[in-house]
DNA sequence: ATCTTTGTTCCGTGACACGGAACAACGCGG
DNA sequence: CCGCGTTGTTCCGTGTCACGGAACAAAGAT
């Protein structure tokens, strides 16, 4: 039942949109009186909200995701400097992590230029086409590496890399430099330099500036994310003290 | 049994933190053999997550929580005018909605500078001792104001407006000036100023500037938190078209 | 070493989730 | 205006699986 449940709110992922009855019970499989019921059962504990035929998203489960520690914490120490970048660059800043074989985006500020991203709070990417996650990755230790490399590597636009031995030596340069770059690999006409937040050896986050392509100048950019990528590193090892626990 | 998983989820608000299953269960209620198996399955949906004893919120829920429409879309739309907000005044600024008789907060960002404030991203507040919220209900129809004057006043400190007189002509000072006070009414030692967001005749949200007591000056902060309101308004106005559906 | 608290497993019982079928409410084209 | 496909909702008999007491194991506390 929970399970069922599941489904039915995994349906909204990644879109969001609104879905009526019918489109949920054919995406989930699940027999439609099934899901009427459940949806309803949602629907009287916040998670879901119904405006007429259409079902969305519950405002329960916004202040429910808000209070995941490991999210609310990172997010919470890093938007300083995340405010830092943006008035350092007045450019679309990015904070994420690794999940797995993806990076999972934080926070995403912005000014009033939008820039077509296909990165969103709360969603994830492939972590071989944007710069945040080459550089988690970078740093993830290289068994991972190795895994991602053995497998087909995705692409979200005709420049994202899909040659592993290219990919292979851009993470090296990473690793050297300690910095990554993407160059419309994530979407056409964005470029992106990020960096690498380090708590021990390993990367827990990456930040990044995302920059319209015509106006990229890396030279410019680079000293203000590595700036601080580093103070934030320094935050969270003050904070999370050196004894870190391990799990 | 989804009553019972929200249950043990519930738990988690506002705090957050860390729960181990004996504390879940005599908080829910829930013999601990349920509370033991619901939760695995929880850990099992990615919504809960386990470390050690302990059980904490999911990354799962944070991915869904990001999605939830109405936030998303508002805080994605606000974002330029917080960032403009923020830079023009480095200090702490909310956005926020009402909720009932409360105010959610939908964002919240901030320099190095921590200030020690009761409003967290996702979390609630009474719309009687905080500027956001006091500029929500000034805008939310006399019937709103009527009912929550009938009750009585919660307060956060001291210093929160507890007689019902005093926050009527607070309102309707509010509905003058378009501009709503708050001191020391949400922490001690914080004032803040806040600007409704207008979509039509009433508010759809209102974001506010907090600022330690001792450099409080209203005077500058007045046009810079109005602007920003203004701004929002207008886009929203724009984006969402004046054929706005009541629905 | 003993006791207390916490976590986990087991399992018989019965509540209630399940979904096919039948019905109602749309919306559309003729 | 009226059939007709689609979508949403209600009903209800069946069977499953959630339930939680009891008993056991593990971890701290004294």
Redesign the interface.
């Known amino acids: 039942?929970?399970?069922k449940?599941?489904l039915i709110?995994d349906c909204?992922?990644?879109s969001?949109?609104?879905y009526r009855l019918s489109e949920l019970s054919e995406r989930t499989g699940l027999p439609k009186p099934t899901v009427h019921r459940?949806a309803a059962?949602?629907v009287g504990?916040g998670?879901l909200e119904r405006?007429?035929p259409r079902y969305?998203?519950?405002?329960k489960?916004?202040?429910?995701?808000?209070?995941?520690?490991?999210?609310?914490d990172l997010r919470e120490t890093a938007?300083?400097f995340l405010?830092?970048l943006?008035?350092a660059t007045r450019e679309t800043i990015h904070l994420g992590v690794r999940?797995g074989m993806e990076v999972?985006y934080l926070e995403r500020?912005?000014?009033?230029e939008a820039l077509r991203l296909p990165s969103?709070?709360?969603?994830?990417l492939p972590l071989t086409c944007t710069a945040v996650g080459k550089a988690l990755l970078a740093f993830s230790g290289a068994e991972l590496t190795e895994e991602v490399l053995s497998l087909p590597l995705p692409s979200l636009t005709p420049h994202s890399i899909t040659d592993p031995a290219r990919l292979r030596t851009a993470l090296e340069k990473i690793q050297v430099s300690g910095l990554a770059y993407e160059e419309q690999e994530a979407a056409s006409g964005v470029s992106c330099i990020a960096a690498p937040v380090f708590a021990g050896d390993n990367a827990v986050a990456a930040l990044s500036v995302a920059v319209p392509r015509t106006r990229f100048r890396p030279a410019q950019l680079a000293p203000a994310v590595r700036t601080a990528a580093l103070g934030l590193s320094r935050v969270l090892r003050g904070a999370g003290g050196p004894r870190s626990p391990l799990?």
């Open positions: 039942m929970l399970e449940a599941a709110l909204f992922s990644p969001g949109g609104p459940l059962d949602l504990l998670w405006s007429g969305l998203l519950g405002a489960l916004f202040e429910l995701g808000s209070l995941v520690p490991h999210r609310r938007l300083p405010q830092d943006f008035e999940e999972v500020i912005h000014g009033h969103r709070i709360g969603g994830s799990s």
